[in-house]
């Protein structure tokens, strides 16, 4: 019913910059949180930045000053604007939502397929 489509990564030298997108289709009345995480081989899924419908944020300890999340509630997107990027970065990133949809009362959560952000010399 709602799906989640991530796009922006890539291959990118130490230092380097990415920006990620996550665009949310389906029968969707309103999108509350929206998250982005990442999984390295071997490491559990960490979350790394949060953003709630009305625009505030937070980002873990790794990632602060470097991440930038925001969103476009027109278009049910959320972006990650990666800056400095470091080879411990180098993971799948997952966005994430909390969906309120058009069809059923209560709200659901829906993962994207992820993105690889590849961080190499």
């Known amino acids: 019913q709602v799906q989640l489509v991530e796009s922006g990564g890539g291959l990118v030298q130490p230092g380097g910059s990415l920006r990620l997108s996550c665009a949310a289709s389906g029968s969707i009345f309103k999108i509350n949180a929206m998250d982005w995480y990442r999984q390295a081989p071997g490491k559990q899924r960490e979350l790394v930045a949060t953003i709630t419908s009305g625009g505030s944020t937070n980002y873990a300890n790794s990632v602060k000053g470097r991440f930038t999340i925001s969103r476009d509630n027109a278009k049910n997107t959320v972006y990650l604007q990666i800056n400095s990027l470091k080879p411990e970065d180098t993971a799948v990133y997952y966005c994430?939502?909390?969906?309120?949809?058009?069809?059923?009362?209560?709200?659901?959560?829906?993962w994207g397929q992820g993105t690889q952000v590849t961080v190499s010399s």
């Open positions: 994430h939502a909390e969906v309120v949809g058009l069809s059923w009362v209560g709200v659901a959560y829906y």
